[in-house]
């Protein structure tokens, strides 16, 4: 079973930085896509960003040029740098996990709120 937690959300105001940190526990790290999405109030889910193991990285258009991923295999964490945040990036964040043998995302952390402010 893969566990994921999720930590590093908070109130910025516009323009700040925060960087979400996701520890991966469970399963061979490496043999999993990691993916963020968020969801914002009365809006869906969205993916945000997703990372291979060997680390090719795609990203939503919203959130490229500011939005950096990051995954460290020997620590089983990825990380997701948000710089020059913006209000519409207010959300809860989700990790996500999906072996590389399937489509779906299958395990997801408990989520972390990202609150900018103007």
């Known amino acids: 079973q893969v566990e994921l937690a999720e930590s590093g959300g908070g109130l910025v105001q516009a323009g700040d930085s925060l960087r979400l940190s996701c520890a991966f526990l469970?399963?061979?790290?490496?043999?999993?896509?990691m993916g963020w999405f968020r969801q914002a109030p009365g809006k869906e889910r969205e993916l945000v960003a997703q990372i291979t193991s060997g680390g090719s990285t795609y990203e939503v258009d919203s959130v490229k040029d500011r939005f950096t991923q990051s995954r460290d295999n020997l620590k089983n964490t990825v990380y997701l740098q948000m710089n020059s945040l913006k209000p519409e990036d207010t959300a809860i964040y989700y990790c996500a996990a999906k072996h590389i043998s399937t489509s779906e995302f299958a395990y997801w952390g408990q989520g972390t709120q990202v609150t900018v402010s103007e």
């Open positions: 469970g399963r061979t790290f490496s043999l999993y896509v």
